[in-house]
Nanobody, 117 residues
Framework: VKLVESGGGLVQPGGSLRLSCVASGDTLDDYDIGWFRRSPGKEREGVSCISSTDGRTVYADSVKGRFTISRDNAKNTVYLQMNSLKPDDTAVYYC???????????WGQGTQVTVSS
């Protein structure tokens, strides 16, 4: 499975971005998908994830109420809508796909999000 993230960029505090994670090579129907981020000098942080079976979502406390994860299996794409962005959200954002039975996982190359005035 190849994952390609897009949608990052420079945005002012309070602004919004929508990240996309497009998969090729396999259908995402059998994968749980997660968004992670890494800032310079910080550990990689799990941001949000969505299950393949029931669409259940989980969010880190730091983004709860501001970020929304969703998936469109017909388009083999997972989204991360990010609102009310803060400078602390500045990071490279990665998506990860985890096969629900085989437990094999795949990562994208990341997309940079910079929140600054």
């Amino acid at each position: 499975v190849k994952l390609v993230e897009s949608g990052g960029g420079l945005v002012q505090p309070g602004g919004s971005l929508r990240l996309s994670c497009v998969a090729s090579g396999d259908t995402l129907d059998d994968y749980d998908i997660g968004w992670f981020r890494r800032s310079p000098g910080k550990e990689r942080e799990g941001v949000s994830c969505i299950s393949s079976t029931d669409g259940r979502t989980v969010y880190a406390d730091s983004v709860k109420g501001r970020f929304t994860i969703s998936r469109d299996n017909a388009k083999n794409t997972v989204y991360l809508q990010m609102n009310s962005l803060k400078p602390d959200d500045t990071a490279v954002y990665y998506c990860k796909a985890l096969h629900i039975r085989l437990r094999s996982d795949y990562w994208g190359q990341g997309t940079q999000v910079t929140v600054s005035s």
